[in-house]
């Protein structure tokens, strides 16, 4: 099969891996950066695109992938779904929609309604996260109103939008990632802080520790995905008084330290997965 990888880098982890693994599979495997692409009608198709797009130019990236399904190529996730996930408060207006947990959030653009906004999630400190972000760039824990203020007044002075959450503080330093890949649990570690950071996010830092998953996180997981139209997915759990919340669902989810803590070969549960789906897709069209 002839396989598409849309990424920024090469070299990141993930998109060595899926390559190495495409190789070993027996297919073709290309890997473009779609800031050094174009957008041409006519050319080669490949059988399969897996987007793999983060937080740069992603309103290209997003078009590069749409090209393709416009094409009739299968694409893993959809860009449409994608482009859900990366605007954090869509995604929780969608997941509160079907019944699943998630932090008080809220996006405002007004200074004068800050009092208020404080007082509705629970008073201060308050996390503060860009509108499109992961690897916990950008997000901070706003302690004073004056920090507080400071930060979305920078926001807004760029015309960046932002939201604040109320913050969780049992679960402070800590939260659980869990892999999708096609309605499937693939597996779960705790991810945990380090140092003095409230952000376990691998990426900045943090460490990784395999943990038996409930029941009810799992099917939350499921759920989420599902829910955003995602076929891959990283979901973050975090433990609050009140229950697991979902603070995010990432279209590109990274896997390294889930590899390196399951021993699971997590880039071919993606490769076979994709080409699976990509068959089923193509299937219909063949028997027409």
Not at 13 to 31: D, F, P, Q
């Amino acid at each position: 099969m002839n396989i598409l990888i849309i990424s920024r880098r090469a070299k990141y982890y993930a998109t060595r891996r899926l390559v190495k693994v495409c190789r070993k599979l027996g297919h073709s495997v290309r890997v473009i950066d779609p800031l050094k692409s174009t957008l041409g009608i006519g050319e080669q198709k490949p059988d399969l695109v897996l987007p793999r797009i983060g937080n740069i130019a992603i309103e290209y990236s997003l078009a590069l992938a749409r090209h393709f399904e416009l094409s009739g190529i299968p694409t893993v996730n959809a860009s449409d779904a994608i482009y859900l996930s990366k605007d954090k408060f869509a995604s929780f207006q969608i997941l509160k929609s079907k019944r699943l947990p998630v932090p008080k959030t809220v996006m405002l653009r007004s200074r004068r309604l800050l009092p208020k906004t404080v007082k509705q999630l629970g008073g201060l400190p308050l996390v503060i996260k860009p509108l499109r972000g992961s690897q916990g760039v950008g997000v901070a824990l706003a302690r004073t109103m004056k920090i507080l203020c400071a930060i979305l007044q920078t926001s807004w002075d760029v015309d960046h939008d932002a939201i604040l959450q109320e913050y969780i503080p049992e679960s402070r330093g800590r939260d659980i990632r869990i892999l999708i890949i096609g309605n499937k649990v693939i597996g779960g570690m705790r991810r945990y802080a380090p140092g003095n950071d409230f952000r376990s996010n691998i990426h900045q830092g943090g460490r990784g520790e395999l943990i038996k998953l409930p029941a009810l996180y799992s099917a939350l997981a499921k759920r989420a995905a599902k829910a955003l139209g995602l076929q891959i997915a990283g979901v973050d759990i975090i433990e609050s008084k009140r229950g697991p919340l979902i603070v995010e669902v990432n279209a590109s989810p990274g896997f390294e330290g889930l590899e390196k803590v399951t021993g699971k070969d997590i880039a071919k549960e993606i490769i076979e997965f994709s080409t699976e789906f990509s068959a089923a897709k193509r299937q219909p069209a063949r028997q027409g």
